[in-house]
Structure formats: structure tokens, C-alpha cells
DNA sequence: GAGTGGTCTAGACCACCGT
DNA sequence: CGGTGGTCTAGACCACTCT
């Protein structure tokens, strides 16, 4: 039986910028992934071998390679020597990168808003200091949140900065999320760590997520690095299950 | 102030073999990453530069420069351009990769035992057929299992496979987990997509687990492909969670 | 044997950072 | 300015699969 044959349309790759900022592996393997999202190359089909994309872009074969293993890592294709490349069959989940739920939400078209619960310096106990990488003692700045999704109350938002950013102001923190106004301080948030669990809700939690005592909640720790390795954030939130669920895609080596 | 230097003790790469079936980046990344984990290369100290490593071990600048991206893809290291490439700070979380319950539990010493709850054979319905990429009706393979780790249950796995895996038999299923039991049928788990949420357990799950009725139960829902890119098994999980969790470390790219 | 992806080489130019 | 990582090239050899 035959495998079903690449034939892609010729303007698929037309727009291709040699002066673009962008590299030109991101720009391939952007217009790749498109295709296989809309369907032109549909599940399950085989795609061009890497010689031939090579020779009919002009561009040479580690960089098309480059482009092809990035859509592997996000788990759209699959590879198999002496065979070719193919891409995966189902349908294909976007899946979370590394972002906050603030942006999580607005991508979704949902407008969020955020109470701000708590705002204050405190000395790190030792459990924060450890996470964070700081002398025991030194200030750090403790905030509580809540967050809303279109007038809905979807978590609890507890985090630990280092006190050198004591100066955000509760109104900023109303108004965008933590990441953003980081990141508006020339802070990126590059690796982050997290560990998903559950409990029931304390009393607290009940009232703010509008749940009964004792349900159910989704909960996050989290702890984030920015671009020059040092520990950026610590996040323990909880979040109302019905509301809110965490989505990954694992691809092995 | 000056960054902290990197003098590696000169036996670190004593062993490289370029004869070996392993790849060198692999070997070169592996040698760094215990050099890192056990702080040889200390929390935030700078490593050489691509260009230094890549003559001192005779090896070209793109083998050292994947070596180091697969390490910067696990979270250990962080590049910067025109400064260099530091470790992380804070410990070194060992990151769940692709693995099943059943793995993790013995992976961390823990013996896990399995009862079977169900195996049967079903018509898929709409829902299970459209996430294994089947026709409605096509028959499935249904299993449910109890996970106990050392004595204590810890999580209820409920199970689809296509038809063809029917004859898996319920005594293999209760001595090995089931990737375990794929992989020995030449199936490799190559892809996983995943949803992670908490909810309260059912009665059912509650005796099972050993848990009050309504307490929260974490739960997972895990579509897997093989290599091939064709899904393999659908999975809907409920684990105590006092018991277990889930820990991912993202990186943006 | 022909074609595929997996690995490796030896260069090149660039953008960016520190001094 | 020299050094760093980021990108790109044009080859090479290999292991593997299908016919």
C-alpha cells in the first residue's frame, strides 16, 4: 500500500525573507507548522525528505534540519531513519509554552482581572530563601492574589520575590500580570520548575474561589529562573478545578 | 566583581570515546550534566566558552554546541550572547521525562504492584474512536488497574488501546506497567499529550484509594503515539494526591 | 542499490557584550 | 576592540529501510 504523497502547494513557502530578523529555520518551520495545522498536509502523510526541501528552497540541508526538529520537539512530526517523516496522526493540541495565567487567559480571548489580597516585606523563612537562593532573613517581597475570568473567580495566586522588587506597586499588579511587569523591567522569564497537585481547599480558598469548604482545588508551585539562571519567582497557587487545567505535550529523545 | 572561573579537573572528559555507538554530544553532554549535579561546576558559575571546550577536546564547535543546547533544554544551563553560558541557579531538579507511573515508582526504589480491576474488549464509541484516530465501533481494548506502591494504593488507571492490542493478557498486565509491556511488542511511546486537573473521587475510587468519599483525587488524561506518529493508547487517570504528583521543568526557547 | 534520517566536520558571517 | 553565542553553508560518512 501506498503512503500518501507530499504535493505541496507552491506558494506554501513563497514569502520566505533572507533579510528577515527572523532566521530562516523559524521561518520554515513556522510555514510547516501552519500547513500541518490547517490541514494542507494532512495526518498521517508523509512530508518531503530534507534533501529535496533543501534543494527546492535553496537553502542548505542543517538548516531545513533544524526547522523539521524544532516541529518534532513540539511533538506535530515524527521521524523514523530510513523511512522519512510523517506527520502525527489526531488532532494536534496547542500546547502550553511558558507563560502566566494572565496571558494564558487573554490569549483566550478572556478578559482577566486581578484583586490584590496581600502586599507586603517580609524576612524570607528559610524554606523561601532556600528556593529562591537568598541568605536566610533577607527581604522579600510576599503577594497574594485572585484572579477572575470574565467575573469568575479561577485562583489564588500566592508568590515570593526578592525584595529588590519591593517597588512594584499593588496597582500594577492589579492591572497586568506578574510576568509582563517583569518583563517591562527588562526581566524575562527563561526556565521555569513546577510541581501539579491537589488538596482540598482551606476556608480561605473556599470563600475567595466561591466553592464549598473542603472542595476540590488544583494546586501549582512553581519556581522560575530569568536569562542569567537566578531564581526570578516563587508561586504556590491554587486553582478552581472546574475552571482551569494544565495541558502538556512530552516528546522523548 | 569578577565571575567565577571554570577550571575543570582535567579527567572529567578522560573518557570520551569516539568509537562508542553513543553519539559525542550525548557523551559530552552526559559528562557535563554529572559534572554539574554534583557541583563539580558550581550554581551559577560560568562553563567555557563553545570555541574553548571544542578545541581542548578536539571535537568541532556544532558537537560541543548541541552537547550544551541539550543541556540548556533541560534547564541546567543558560546562554547568554556576548557574555557566555552559566549554570543555573538553586538545585537541580531531576525533570519527569516520558515515563509511566509504574517506571517512576521503581526508578525511585519503590516496588509497585498492580491488581486488575477490568479487561475487556468494547465497540469504541465516538469519543474514545476520535481520540485513537479509529472508526466509531471499531472494537478497543478497556482495562482498569489498581496501582499500589509499597503496600499503599496510590492511583485507578483506566485505559483504551486499539483492537489489536487485545490479547495483551491480564497476568502480564499485572507484572509490568504498559509501556513496559508496548515496548517489549516493539511499540515505543514516542509522543504524549496531556491534561492535568483535579476533581472529587468517586465512591468507587474512593474505596479503592482508600481515601473519605469526596476527596480530591488528582487526575491525568494522556493520549500517546508510538514512533510512527499513530495513537496508541488513551489513558484517564485518578491518583491520591497525597501520593503523587506531577514535576516539569519548561524552558522558553 | 537507492533513499532516508543521524552524526560530524571546518569553515564563515553576524549581533551582542564587555573593556 | 576581542570574545561570546546565533545562524548558515557545503560538504562527508554512517545506519537503516524498502524494493
Not at 492589579?174 to 517591562?184: H, I, N
Not at 488544583?218 to 526570578?232: K, N, P, Q, S
Amino acid at each position: 500500500m501506498a503512503l500518501e504523497e507530499a504535493h505541496w502547494p507552491e506558494e506554501l513557502f513563497a514569502d520566505l525573507d533572507r533579510t528577515s530578523p527572523l532566521p530562516m529555520y523559524s521561518q520554515v518551520a513556522s510555514r510547516l507548522e501552519s500547513a500541518i495545522r490547517s490541514g494542507v498536509i494532512p495526518a498521517g502523510g508523509r512530508i518531503e525528505s530534507e534533501m529535496a526541501i533543501a534543494e527546492r528552497l535553496q537553502i542548505s540541508r542543517p538548516t531545513i534540519r533544524r526547522a523539521i526538529q524544532d516541529l518534532v520537539d513540539k511533538g506535530l512530526l515524527v521521524r523514523q531513519r530510513g523511512i522519512g517523516t510523517q506527520v502525527v496522526q489526531g488532532q494536534v493540541e496547542r500546547s502550553v509554552e511558558l507563560t502566566s495565567l494572565f496571558e494564558d487567559l487573554s490569549q483566550a480571548g478572556i478578559s482577566a482581572t486581578t484583586t490584590l489580597l496581600d502586599h507586603e516585606v517580609l524576612e524570607a523563612d528559610e524554606d523561601v530563601a532556600a528556593r529562591l537562593s537568598l541568605p536566610a532573613g533577607d527581604p522579600v517581597l510576599h503577594i497574594r492574589r485572585r484572579r477572575m475570568a470574565d467575573g469568575v473567580p479561577v485562583a489564588v495566586l500566592d508568590n515570593h520575590l526578592p525584595g529588590e522588587f519591593a517597588d512594584l506597586l499593588p496597582a500594577s499588579l492589579e492591572g497586568a500580570g506578574l510576568y509582563q511587569l517583569l518583563r517591562s523591567r527588562g526581566v524575562g522569564i527563561r526556565i521555569a520548575q513546577q510541581r501539579i497537585g491537589a488538596r482540598a481547599c482551606t476556608p480561605d480558598e473556599a470563600s475567595l474561589l466561591e466553592m464549598e469548604p473542603g472542595a476540590p482545588v488544583l494546586t501549582m508551585e512553581r519556581l522560575t529562573y530569568d536569562h542569567t539562571g537566578r531564581a526570578i519567582e516563587l508561586g504556590r497557587h491554587a486553582y478552581h478545578p472546574d475552571r482551569y487545567s494544565f495541558s502538556t505535550t512530552l516528546v522523548a529523545r
